[in-house]
């Protein structure tokens, strides 16, 4: 919490997912070629930033920050006043299915290359598709790891995952593969509030994505765009309601971005079977500014790192994995 003030504390970060991950995840042979928009991404986010006066933390993808066409991006975030975390290496929903040896080195590979591309050391984990498990708990904290911020506690998940696979191009098996993609309605009984996962050897901070408190139902921004689509008051509403019912309950936010929240049809195409994709790049980047600077008005936004790194130092409640 900055000097001298009272108000609340909230985190803001965003998820790198680059084009070719979404193209992956929805069954389309084209993410091999690995098209990226990141040269148009970072420049838009970085401006957000800027232009909301907030420090905010990245999740980067290692596949991305190791191609050498990425340098500059990524030079461009190094030199940044954000957090940079790691958002594993091959951005793959599926990795709770991993060995422990597979996601010793999916870890390990994303740390180094997004240490090299950015010069910054990440502490914090975000999985792709909010996939998390028992071993990659256990893998964060032997890396030093201080917080994972990879659960997404709504009932709503299996809702979203029919929606998104009305259009993949996907196998039984890679259906399967993908079948806890954005959680169970199980997920909508975990905590909002922050706890503590127990490990055998210590604990890490969960720093949950923030949906909406009593209501379980989400309001990060990639939520918001949907209802844009419907009515823009609607959206508007959607978040200031998020914001009001943390405040009643007592919960920091942690608010969470994708790229594609700032990026429209006319900046990137190939994308059209994600939701919101059908708004102009200028309509959304207007609506996420004004959301970053509604949570700004109301709350001290930090990096996620800062934010869990406060709240580690309060009482936390623990849990265990399963």
């Not at 920050?65 to 006043?81: H, I, K, P, T």
Request: aromatic letters at 10%; proline letters at 7%.
């Amino acid at each position: 919490m900055s000097a001298g003030a009272a108000r609340p504390m909230a985190s803001l970060s965003l998820d790198l997912d680059n084009e070719w991950s979404y193209l992956k995840t929805h069954g389309d042979p084209a993410w091999e070629a690995l098209p990226s928009y990141l040269d148009v991404a970072v420049p838009h986010l970085l401006h957000l930033f800027d232009a909301t006066g907030v420090t905010a933390s990245v999740f980067v993808v290692g596949q991305d920050a190791a191609l050498e066409r990425n340098a500059e991006a990524f030079g461009l975030l190094g030199a940044s006043r954000h957090e940079v975390a790691n958002h594993s290496f091959k951005h793959e929903p599926w990795l709770h299915l991993y060995t422990p040896a597979q996601i010793d080195e999916e870890l390990q590979r994303a740390h180094d290359a997004i240490g090299e591309a950015t010069g910054r050391v990440p502490v914090g984990f975000r999985g792709p598709g909010y996939s998390v498990s028992g071993p990659l708990l256990e893998a964060l904290r032997a890396k030093g790891y201080t917080y994972d911020a990879s659960t997404l506690p709504t009932w709503i998940g299996p809702l979203a995952r029919a929606y998104y696979f009305r259009t993949a191009k996907l196998s039984r098996e890679e259906r399967a593969r993908r079948g806890a993609l954005f959680g169970s309605f199980r997920d909508g009984t975990k905590p909002v509030a922050p706890y503590r996962w127990a490990l055998g050897a210590g604990s890490l901070v969960e720093l949950p994505v923030t949906v909406m408190p009593v209501l379980r139902v989400p309001f990060h921004v990639s939520y918001l765009l949907y209802l844009h689509q419907v009515s823009p008051a609607l959206a508007r509403g959607w978040f200031r309601a998020g914001l009001r019912l943390c405040r009643l309950t007592g919960v920091e936010p942690s608010i969470l971005l994708h790229p594609l929240d700032l990026l429209g049809g006319d900046d990137v195409s190939g994308l059209a079977f994600f939701p919101g994709m059908g708004l102009p790049g200028e309509r959304k980047r207007a609506l996420v500014t004004e959301c970053v600077r509604a949570l700004a008005a109301r709350y001290d936004v930090v990096p996620v790192g800062t934010h869990a790194a406060a709240i580690g130092a309060r009482s936390l409640p623990s849990r265990t994995f399963g």
